[in-house]
């Protein structure tokens, strides 16, 4: 990886590898996120018309008005559900010093399948677009 491109993460050796494969792409992982706070994923397994449904759902719920989103924000303001407006978080505060909040907003799930076994708080699921729900569950 060089410090001027997102890295990207091959989970093909992941989903069918070994334990020892398995370990080199969470290393990967890692080393991303130390590295850069993100990454790029292929070999996912996930469907490319659905990776653009998703992306489209996500677009018509972020063009909405701010009032519409902030309807869905959760009581306990953290990042484990709903939607987090501008300036809620700031990623950098892991580090020392002083630092600002990100400049970005989040629609955020967690896992469905703990949500499904009754596990923590229940995600917070919009219903404008009213396709979003269904489409993060595919």
């Not at 996500?58 to 924000?73: C, G, H, I, S, T």
């Not at 709903?82 to 990100?102: H, K």
């Not at 629609?107 to 269904?134: C, K, Y």
Request: net charge negative; with cysteine.
């Amino acid at each position: 990886m060089s410090q001027d491109s997102i890295p990207v993460i091959d989970l093909g050796p992941f989903l069918t590898g070994d334990a020892a494969a398995r370990r080199e792409v969470a290393r990967q992982f890692g080393a991303a996120f130390e590295t850069f706070g993100f990454a790029s994923i292929v070999n996912h397994g996930v469907d490319a018309a659905l990776v653009e449904r998703m992306y489209r759902e996500a677009e018509r719920f972020f063009a909405q008005p701010f009032a519409d989103k902030l309807v869905w924000n959760p009581p306990e303001q953290t990042k484990g559900r709903g939607y987090l407006p501008l300036g809620i978080e700031s990623v950098a505060a892991t580090l020392a010093g002083e630092t600002p909040p990100d400049l970005c907003e989040a629609l955020v799930f967690a896992s469905l399948q703990r949500e499904r076994a009754g596990q923590g708080l229940p995600n917070i699921w919009p219903t404008e677009p009213p396709m979003l729900g269904e489409t993060v569950n595919a």
